[in-house]
Structures are given as C-alpha cells and as structure tokens.
Nanobody, 126 residues
Framework: QVQLVESGGGLVQAGGSLRLSCAAS????????MGWFRQAPGKEREFVAT???????YYADSVKGRFTISRDNAKNTMYLQMNSLKPEDTAVYVC????????????????????WGQGTQVTVSS
C-alpha cells in the first residue's frame, strides 16, 4: 500500500504563489504516474495535473501556464508549484497515485487512481 500526505497549502492573495508537496510512503512510487486533483465546496473533484513515471506532464486548461507539476523520485515526493493564483483556484488539493507501472499514459480521470491523500486547503483571497 501507498500512503500519501500533502503539505504546503494556506491562504494567499490573488496573484501570489504556493508550492504543494505530496510525500509518499509504504513503497516507492518512482515507477508510477501521479496527479493532483482539487475540490471546491459544493463541486465535483476535478483534475488539475498529472505526471508520468518518466516526467511527462499534462494539465487542465484552467491551470495551464500557471501551475507546474514535478517529482523527486529520490525523495518519493511530488510537487505542485502554483503561480498567478486566482480566487477560483480556492479548493482542497488532493494528490493521488496510480498503479500504472512505467506507463506514459496521462491519467486524467479519478478512476485511474488507486491511492489518495487527505488533501490540503488552498485559499486565494481577492
């Protein structure tokens, strides 16, 4: 099993930046695709970004050009650098990992993920 723990959320003004981290434990996730999702109050959980085992990335249109997903396999950790934040980015951000072994498929759907963290709150004030 894989345990995922997010950190780095907080309150920031519009236009500001935050960097989220997702630390994995239980086993190495260097061979697996991972991703970030977010859920705002009263809304469905939505895809934000994904990264393959080899570092390929894919983003939702709403964050493209502002967010950057990355991973440090030596630390078993994934990151989400969020710049130019907007009030509509306010949500609980959740990291997730797949069981895709060395696949270059971009996992964009919730049902592709097998392991989930608890989430970290990001609030962007206007």
């Amino acid at each position: 099993q894989v345990q995922l723990v997010e950190s780095g959320g907080g309150l920031v003004q519009a236009g500001g930046s935050l960097r989220l981290s997702c630390a994995a434990s239980g086993r190495t996730i260097s061979d697996n695709a991972m991703g970030w999702f977010r859920q705002a109050p009263g809304k469905e959980r939505e895809f934000v970004a994904t990264i393959t085992w080899s570092g390929g990335t894919y983003y939702a249109d709403s964050v493209k050009g502002r967010f950057t997903i990355s991973r440090d396999n030596a630390k078993n950790t994934m990151y989400l650098q969020m710049n130019s934040l907007k009030p509509e980015d306010t949500a609980v951000y959740v990291c997730a990992a797949t069981n895709y072994y060395r696949s270059n498929t971009y996992a964009r759907h919730r049902n592709e993920y097998d392991f989930w963290g608890q989430g970290t709150q990001v609030t962007v004030s206007s």
